[in-house]
Structures are given as C-alpha cells and as structure tokens.
C-alpha cells in the first residue's frame, strides 16, 4: 500500500527513443508533481496538476508532455531522447493546491539513463 | 527571481557534534519553509517545516529558525548519529503554487 508509486524504477534507452513514466498516488491528494533530479542532487519542478488541470509548467522542452487522467495519476511521457534527460524524475502529492499546504509525498524515483 | 540558496553543499562534522546548514531566500512573501531529508538511493522526506508566524520551531534533535527579515532560514541537528548522513535540502515557497528547492548539503557524520 505505498502512498505514492511510480513506474518504472529504472529505465535505460537509446537517445531519439520515446518513453513514459507513470505514477499513481493512494493518498487522496489533490495536487501532483513531476521534479527532476539532476547528477548534481538539484531538484527542480517539472510540472504541477491540480485535481487534472496543469497549474505549474516550468521551462521544461515540448519534447516533454504530462498527462493526467484522473486526479490520483500523472504520467510524464518524453519524446525523442536527449542525452540531458538522464536523470531521477521523482512523482510527487500534496493535499490542496497552494505551496504552503504541507508535506510533499515523494515517489520512489525513476532513474533515466539515455544513452 | 525565484531562488533559494543553501549552504554549504558539503558538511563532515564529527558523530555528537551540531550540524547547522543556511538557506536564504528572495521574495519576502514566502511563508513556509520546509526541509527535506534524501538518504542515498531513497526519495526526500519531510524532517521538519516552519511558518512565517514562527522564529523557531523543534523537534526533539532538529531545529529550525526563521528570521524573515534577513530572509534566512536554518536547519540545526543536534547530537548527530551516523544515521543523519544524508543530503538536506531547504524550500521555500513562491506564489500559491510553487515549492523551490536548494541546492542541497550533503551531510557526513564521521563516526
């Protein structure tokens, strides 16, 4: 019964392959998110849904699409691999909309090798 | 901009010794402030937050203090055990929507 699942842990492709990551979360959170880890440990937010509806796209390449079908699951899909894009990408909730609501639920992480 | 500085990016300090890592932030509207623990191949956990309403706030050997006029915020651990090495990582809060992470400080306690 983990809170906040995501699929696959890890995922190796070649560059100017398409590929997706999803995630569900169990918690009853309105709001989920996308961040990206980077080699360097930095976290940096992707993306935010509010209850199905985008809320925060941050300067992330069209190249990236998220998709959400119901307020429990976001899925990130990435078009045409670059090698950038190797990384963790961490799914994550929150209970309401606003930053200051509290805690933020992490996935475990998706590791992306691109190579 | 939106932007969170921390530091330092790496700490070693002995097993029993106080670790204190800084973070400043730059919209003065920010209004919670949280930190997060990511241990090594794991995801970030919440170890403790603070509001803007606060100037401190504990937690049995964490602390964390607020000063909203400096825009600064610390994170103290007092009595470290080789179960706090890890990598820290402060937020703050823009607009509504919007959590910013630091850099993160990777924290070693020597045993």
């Known amino acids: 019964d983990t809170a906040v699942s995501q699929t696959p842990k890890y995922l190796v492709t070649q560059m100017g392959n398409d590929k997706s990551i999803k995630c569900e979360q169990n918690?009853?959170?309105?709001?989920m998110y996308w961040y990206k880890q980077d080699s360097k440990k930095f976290l940096k937010i992707m993306f935010s849904?509010?209850?199905?509806?985008?809320?925060i796209n941050e300067t992330v390449p069209n190249r990236f699409s998220p998709k959400s079908p119901d307020k429990a699951h976001l899925n990130l899909h990435i078009n045409s691999l670059e090698l950038g894009d190797s990384a963790v990408y961490f799914c994550?909730?929150?209970?309401?909309?606003?930053?200051?609501?509290?805690?933020?639920?992490f996935g475990e992480g998706s590791r992306l090798t691109v190579l | 901009g939106e932007n969170v500085e921390q530091h330092p990016s790496t700490l070693s300090v002995q097993e029993g010794d106080s670790a204190v890592i800084k973070c400043t932030y730059s919209?003065?509207?920010?209004?919670?402030f949280p930190w997060y623990k990511q241990e090594l191949g794991k995801r970030p956990q919440l170890i403790i937050d603070?509001?803007?309403?606060?100037g401190e706030k504990k937690d049995q050997r964490i602390a964390v203090t607020l000063n909203k006029t400096a825009k600064h915020f610390s994170l103290h651990i007092t009595e470290t055990q080789p179960e706090d090495s890890a990598v820290y990582f402060c937020?703050?809060?823009?607009?509504?929507?919007?959590?910013?992470f630091g850099t993160g400080t990777r924290l070693t306690i020597i045993p």
């Open positions: 994550a909730s929150s209970r309401g909309t606003s930053s200051n609501t509290g805690e933020l639920f």
């Open positions: 918690l009853g959170h309105d709001t």
């Open positions: 849904y509010n209850n199905k509806e985008l809320i």
């Open positions: 919209d003065s509207a920010s209004n919670y």
């Open positions: 603070i509001r803007s309403n606060v």
């Open positions: 937020a703050a809060n823009f607009g509504n929507e919007k959590l910013t």
